[in-house]
DNA sequence: TTAAATTATTAGTATAGACTAAAAATTAAA
DNA sequence: TTTAATTTTTAGTCTATACTAATAATTTAA
């Protein structure tokens, strides 16, 4: 059985693993300073965790998840997501309310429980967020997204995630008027900097920062 | 912010309390069974709710519940009874799964979510075992007594006082394992003699006189 | 290719919550 | 009212998860 604190590790793993391109490893500080903790702690951790084949790992080296660790974190990952989304279908939490709560209900440990709730949000595909609900198996669905700075100039996407998910970054979005599914027209690119001039919804222009585009995943037609 | 183990130390002390009549307080013992810890545990455990002025409690002495922490005991029960509800009403759990699952939900830290679970679930005033949930302010609503006799068949309630107080029925409840807080459920009610065929906390049937049953308190949700 | 900077590990310490064994206080019996 | 039994507390230990400070290995720069 894991602890609290080796789901929120191989969470983590997960998380910074799916985010680095080619390769599929975090470093000691990298790990610790995403979820708060000396780099010395860290390393406690990644020996346990090897211990109980979780992770591959050796001194001085960096760490990865094992086939049996990734399939545990994506479950916990699963569990997140159907929280999220029964927050927001059903207890009417807005879209940047949802995760914090989620942090502690996605350690809850009951298989059917988990199950018993998929069933009734009636096997959501996607989170509040966008993101996908692995299944009880432990897949992922495969989606073909790209961030919104990949876009050329006129072409229409409509918004399928946000990779980062600060409550900064939801807060503007909100403000903005743009939610999962939202049309987003690129009008005009900026080289000097970077940044979109987007219509969003078919609505007035608006110039958004390279950095923002590139935490817009968008699904294009 | 309490811990997980603080909070059910509140919770059991609760629990024992409102079992026990006149008194209100539990030994070291009792409340180190109840938790499955050893007594010299639940000792290092009452000095520290001391600090924090939730129980009183001193050397040797009894241990009982301050307003301050019978406030969070409630607000724990009322969590614990709502999740309960949840599961057994939405998500289609049995009576006796509920228990386990909301031994882990009861500590999710979270006021709004607690609310807007109530709301959702259209304010219900007893969880699936028929008992009371607290409200928001930690009230626990009042329940109304009357003797078993008054009971209709398929109802359930629990033993709240003895009318009669000889030795010979007190006698006769011991024997048959009843105490006060033992849920009692009216299985069949025999016109003829006025008896009355019960369950005694779910467990196999048994036919009691409707002398018995006049002498007999119950609280009904 | 040596020196400096970065990164990661060890060693030692702390706290929460558990345990066992021994001692102390209280309660019940003789 | 002594003695015996029971209850409770103390003292010392353990594990999980943190920390700091010191050390070691790796990587980068000169
Ligand atoms: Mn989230
Ligand atoms: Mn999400
Ligand atoms: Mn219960
Ligand atoms: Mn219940």
């Given at each position: 059985?894991?602890?609290?604190?080796e789901?929120?590790?191989?969470?983590?793993?997960l998380?910074?693993?799916s985010?680095?391109?080619?390769?599929?490893?975090?470093?000691?500080?990298?790990?610790?300073?995403?979820?708060?903790v000396?780099?010395?702690?860290?390393?406690?951790?990644?020996?346990?965790?090897k211990?109980?084949?979780?992770?591959?790992?050796?001194?001085?080296?960096?760490?990865?998840?094992?086939?049996?660790?990734?399939?545990n974190?994506?479950?916990?990952?699963?569990?997140?997501?159907?929280?999220?989304?029964?927050?927001?279908?059903?207890?009417?939490?807005?879209?940047?309310?949802?995760?914090?709560?989620?942090?502690?209900?996605?350690?809850?440990?009951?298989?059917?429980?988990?199950?018993?709730?998929?069933?009734?949000?009636?096997?959501?595909?996607?989170d509040?967020?966008?993101?996908?609900?692995?299944?009880?198996?432990?897949?992922m669905?495969e989606?073909s997204?790209?961030?919104?700075?990949?876009l050329?100039t006129?072409?229409?996407?409509?918004?399928?995630?946000?990779?980062?998910?600060?409550?900064?970054?939801?807060?503007?979005?909100?403000?903005?008027g743009?939610?999962?599914?939202?049309?987003?027209?690129?009008?005009?690119?900026?080289?000097?900097?970077?940044?979109?001039?987007?219509?969003?919804?078919q609505?007035?222009?608006?110039?958004?920062?390279?950095?923002?585009?590139?935490?817009?995943?968008?699904?294009?037609?």
């Amino acid at each position: 059985m894991l602890s609290y604190t080796e789901e929120n590790y191989l969470k983590a793993l997960l998380k910074i693993c799916s985010q680095c391109e080619g390769r599929a490893e975090a470093g000691t500080n990298e790990m610790a300073a995403y979820l708060g903790v000396k780099p010395a702690t860290a390393t406690d951790m990644f020996k346990k965790l090897k211990e109980k084949s979780l992770v591959s790992y050796q001194r001085y080296g960096k760490i990865s998840l094992t086939e049996i660790g990734k399939k545990n974190a994506l479950l916990i990952l699963r569990k997140h997501r159907l929280w999220e989304t029964f927050l927001y279908q059903k207890l009417d939490f807005s879209w940047d309310e949802v995760h914090e709560v989620a942090e502690q209900l996605e350690h809850i440990k009951s298989e059917k429980l988990v199950n018993k709730l998929e069933n009734f949000l009636n096997y959501p595909e996607f989170d509040p967020h966008g993101d996908p609900i692995p299944k009880a198996n432990g897949e992922m669905p495969e989606l073909s997204t790209r961030s919104l700075s990949e876009l050329k100039t006129g072409e229409t996407a409509r918004v399928a995630a946000v990779k980062d998910t600060s409550v900064l970054f939801l807060q503007y979005l909100k403000k903005l008027g743009i939610n999962i599914g939202t049309q987003i027209t690129v009008l005009e690119t900026v080289p000097f900097d970077g940044s979109l001039q987007i219509a969003i919804d078919q609505q007035e222009a608006r110039n958004v920062s390279m950095k923002f585009a590139e935490n817009l995943f968008v699904h294009k037609p």
